[in-house]
T-cell receptor, first 113, second 113 residues
Framework: SAVISQKPSRDICQRGTSLTIQCQVDSQVTMMFWYRQQPGQSLTLIATANQGSEATYESGFVIDKFPISRPNLTFSTLTVSNMSPEDSSIYLC??????????FGAGTRLSVL | GQQLNQSPQSMFIQEGEDVSMNCTSSSIFNTWLWYKQDPGEGPVLLIALYKAGELTSNGRLTAQFGITRKDSFLNISASIPSDVGIYFCAGYALGGSQGNLIFGKGTKLSVKP
């Protein structure tokens, strides 16, 4: 399976600021995804990061709040914009490989004060 | 939207005990995945299932794709302390795209005091 590196692993941010999370994969992958995991909860898909085109967002998530870049087949970024305490969560990137399988990075633990 | 019912929500184990958890859906799935998430980490894939009735093992772990295609279970035999963590079922509903991976709410495994 692909090796997925996420940076930063954790951060503490002030409300109103923005944080960009990076996801680097050690091989080219077609499908990359961004998830949010709120404290003690399951995973919720934010968007599919499409290489060379705009990301596809799930209901309840918008580009202005969570802009995503996907400049090539091994890298993507997710920005959490104008943060509030409600944005405190774990943000995870994943890649699709093999038959219907997604592999996950270790996540970015974000706390907003 | 589509939801998965995962149970139990939490359980306490003593070393050596067998553990069983399950997941049910309201619609037919064509893939079931079981993940484990340790504190500070992303979910790690344990077992993937693709056919009704399929029974697959990974060491002390065994998972089955239900005959009705609407459920799956995961068994852990002879549990050890490192089995502690959160187990998630996930799957794709029939006709779903690779981005549409649906997660259960998780089963938290803890050690009995």
């Amino acid at each position: 399976s692909a090796v997925i590196s996420q940076k930063p692993s954790r951060d503490i941010c002030q409300r109103g600021t923005s944080l960009t999370i990076q996801c680097q994969v050690d091989s080219q992958v077609t499908m990359m995804f961004w998830y949010r995991q709120q404290p003690g909860q399951s995973l919720t898909l934010i968007a599919t990061a499409n290489q060379g085109s705009e990301a596809t967002y799930e209901s309840g998530f918008v580009i202005d709040k969570f802009p995503i870049s996907r400049p090539n087949l091994t890298f993507s970024t997710l920005t959490v914009s104008n943060m509030s305490p409600e944005d405190s969560s774990i943000y995870l990137c994943s890649v699709g490989q093999g038959k219907n399988i997604q592999y996950f990075g270790a996540g970015t633990r974000l706390s907003v004060l | 939207g589509q939801q998965l019912n995962q149970s139990p929500q939490s359980m306490f184990i003593q070393e050596g005990e067998d553990v069983s958890m399950n997941c049910t859906s309201s619609s037919i799935f064509n893939t079931w995945l079981w993940y484990k998430q340790d504190p500070g980490e992303g979910p790690v894939l344990l077992i993937a299932l693709y056919k009704a009735g399929e029974l697959t093992s990974n060491g002390r772990l065994t998972a089955q794709f239900g005959i009705t295609r609407k459920d799956s279970f995961l068994n852990i035999s002879a549990s050890i302390p490192s089995d502690v963590g959160i187990y998630f079922c996930a799957g794709y509903a029939l006709g779903g795209s690779q981005g549409n991976l649906i997660f259960g709410k998780g089963t938290k495994l803890s050690v009995k005091p």
